[in-house]
Nanobody, 124 residues
Framework: QVQLVQSGGGLVQSGGSLRLSCAAS????????MGWFRQAPEKEREFVAG????????NYANSVKGRFTISRENTQNMVYLQMINPKPEDTAVYYC?????????????????WGQGTQVTVSS
């Protein structure tokens, strides 16, 4: 199994930037499709971004497309979510996740391992 530890959450102003990090241990991160999800208060957890094994393919929720970027550094066992121009509606607990399935996955049930979650709050 792989363990995922997140960092980089916090408070950011609208129009600023924030970078979330997810460090993997136990297994090489290249063995997994990686994704980011988020859950706002009183809302269901939703897909944010996904990235293939090699990092050659990515996919984003329409709500964040053009503003967020997912990337990975397999040699460092790291995956990132760069948030550019975040908006108050982006406020949520963000989760890093790993899937053993091939291809980019967008459903929670397709992911096998999860980070502990980190709070991101975007002020106006």
């Amino acid at each position: 199994q792989v363990q995922l530890v997140q960092s980089g959450g916090g408070l950011v102003q609208s129009g600023g930037s924030l970078r979330l990090s997810c460090a993997a241990s136990g297994r090489p991160i290249s063995s997994y499709v990686m994704g980011w999800f988020r859950q706002a208060p009183e809302k269901e957890r939703e897909f944010v971004a996904g990235i293939s094994w090699s990092g050659s393919s990515t996919n984003y929720a329409n709500s964040v497309k053009g503003r967020f970027t997912i990337s990975r550094e397999n040699t460092q066992n790291m995956v990132y979510l760069q948030m550019i121009n975040p908006k108050p509606e982006d406020t949520a607990v963000y989760y890093c996740a790993a899937s053993t399935r091939a291809g980019i996955r967008q459903l929670m049930g397709e992911y096998n391992y999860w980070g502990q979650g980190t709070q991101v709050t975007v002020s106006s």
